[in-house]
């Protein structure tokens, strides 16, 4: 299983990024995916998850200015963000559970200055 995250940059306040997750190795339009973030000295957490029929779930602090989508013909994941705000800085994680086994891509960095 291979994750890939791209898109991650810095941002002004306010700005929106898109953030890919290709994925590999896996049948990925039976599977939901996920993104999390981890900012700086903090825990990981969940950001927005995205079931096989396209179902979506947001945590509180991104309801509303962020999206996840998905293209099960090119095997990605997308988040997009809007009016990004500094405490959106993070690492950002796509990841998909498979028999209760996590598989996480490598990061992408996200940083929004004020």
């Known amino acids: 299983v291979q994750l890939q995250a791209s898109g991650g940059g810095l941002v002004q306040a306010g700005q929106s990024l898109r953030l890919s997750c290709a994925a590999s190795g896996i049948i990925f339009s039976i599977n939901t995916m996920y993104w999390y973030r981890q900012p700086p000295g903090k825990q990981r957490e969940l950001v927005a998850a995205?079931?096989?029929?396209?179902?979506?779930n947001y945590a509180d602090s991104v309801k509303g200015r962020f999206t996840i989508s998905r293209d099960n013909t090119k095997s990605t994941v997308y988040l997009q963000g809007n009016s990004l705000k500094p405490d959106d800085t993070a690492v950002y994680y796509c990841?998909?559970?498979?028999?209760?086994?996590?598989?996480w891509g490598v990061g992408t960095l996200v940083t929004v200055s004020s």
């Open positions: 995205i079931t096989s029929s396209g179902t979506t």
């Open positions: 990841n998909v559970n498979l028999r209760g086994v996590d598989y």
